[in-house]
């Protein structure tokens, strides 16, 4: 074991019966004996399953104390920039918008991370979109994404620059790499926020997110490690005009071969067809829930979408109940959607859909029942069952010529 460093999993000699059984319930190859355990650090994935299986309980978890941080620090909020296809993703400038905001209460300038290869021509975007700086990682290593990777270069610059605060988009990729630099940086992260604000008080980053199904509004914060960490889902912030009169400095962070992890290796990406347009970034929605009832209904009202320029997308009923493919659920867990119109047919609305939706500009709710707790967040409101609305909707809304 390195005693250079600090490493979580620790082994208590005196404790020590130097049973093996540690070593035995090691599923990673990670402990070797001798007169007593000794531990890779590099194979090690700190699953625990030797504390538990240890009859002695000499092997312990253990995180070093966090040095006392302040909120006044000015280490800069960094905004990951995500790249997909050679273009920025959607919810990256969302973030950048948000980031100018809580950079007018803070102080502190709002940096983007740029990683990839050949990616630079995308830093005039991101300065135009509210960056004062732009960190840029370009490697033939960083052009596939392999989360370890990416991770680790993220964690090399977050060690070396120590920002305040650090911003990811809840995406597919997103996800997976918030979470595992959390760990590997050792800090928090709030999940899938919905707000982000700063304490007035305190200066400390206010991490709000839908709580115990969508029931409550948790507010989290992180007084004690830096970054404060938090994921946003797409859809819910509100990204800058572009100005292009904007001035910013960009600097270049270099990848280094050991941040590459040689276990890891792409050997085919395989693109799945997208059902439709992207969630993301239409402008008309058509949420379909349980009381569409039938998969033919369902198809009429795809058709009538499709000849409007819509996307149909449902519930979490309407998935379950096969109406809809579940990489379309609008909803807590499924996607956070910011259309112009969203039309919504037949969903009841529960909080955990209507919270989803509070970043579309209108809201049309169609639902027999006028006592649906959907018409409470509705701009306008049909209490008609779909049967008797979708002919009218189709006389009323034709086909786009």
């Known amino acids: 074991m390195n005693k250079d460093s600090f490493f979580a999993l620790q082994l208590v000699k005196d404790k020590c019966i130097g049973c093996g059984a540690c070593a035995e319930n090691c599923p990673y190859d990670a402990i070797r004996m001798d007169d007593y355990p000794e531990i890779n650090e590099d194979n090690c994935r700190l699953c625990g399953g030797c504390v538990q299986a240890c009859p002695a309980e000499a092997l312990v978890m253990e995180r070093p104390r966090a040095a006392e941080a302040t909120a006044s620090e000015d280490g800069g909020i960094w905004v990951w920039a995500e790249v997909e296809d050679g273009a920025l993703a ?22 983007a991370v740029l990683m990839g290869d050949g990616v630079d021509g995308l830093t005039a ?35 070396e620059c120590r920002p305040s ?61 830096r970054p404060q960490m938090a994921s946003v889902r797409p859809g819910v912030m509100k990204s ?11 600097i270049r962070h270099e990848f280094k071969e050991d ?27 058509v949420g379909i829930g349980r009381g569409v009832k039938t998969k033919k209904r369902a198809d009429e009202i795809r058709d009538w979408a499709r ?4 996307v149909v997308a449902g519930s ?3 998935v379950e109940a096969g109406l809809v493919d579940a990489s379309l659920q609008v909803g807590q867990t499924g996607h956070t959607i910011a259309p112009d119109l969203y039309v919504a047919i037949g969903i009841s609305g529960q909080i955990q859909h209507t919270a989803a939706i509070t970043g579309a500009r209108k809201v049309l709710a169609i639902n027999p029942d006028r006592t649906a707790p959907i018409f409470s967040v509705a701009d306008y409101g049909w ?10 909707l189709m006389e009323a809304l034709p086909e786009r010529g």
């Open 90 to 111: 959607p919810v990256s400038l969302e973030l950048l918008g948000k980031a100018t905001e809580l950079s007018a209460a803070t102080g502190q300038p709002v940096e």
């Open 125 to 159: 975007e991101l300065i135009a979109r509210g960056a004062d700086k732009v960190r840029l990682m370009e490697s033939p290593r960083l052009a596939d994404f392999i989360e370890e990777n990416y991770t680790n270069a993220l964690a090399a610059m977050v060690s």
């Open 165 to 225: 605060i650090l911003l990811i988009g809840a995406t597919t990729r997103g996800r997976g790499l918030s979470a595992r630099l959390a760990a590997t940086v050792r800090t928090g992260l709030t999940a899938d926020c919905t707000e982000l604000e700063i304490d007035p008080r305190t200066g400390l980053l206010r991490q709000i997110r839908p709580a115990f199904g969508g029931n409550l509004m948790a507010t989290i914060v992180n007084p004690d490690h």
């Open 240 to 250: 800058l005009l572009r100005d292009e009169r904007r001035e910013g400095e960009v």
């Open 259 to 285: 941040m590459r992890d040689e276990r890891v290796r792409l050997i085919e990406a395989v693109k799945e067809e997208a059902l439709g347009s992207s969630l993301n970034d239409s402008r008309i929605i």
């Open 307 to 310: 000849r409007i320029g819509a």
């Open 316 to 318: 979490r009923a309407a």
């Open 383 to 392: 209490a008609v069952p779909v049967e008797e609305a979708l002919p009218r």
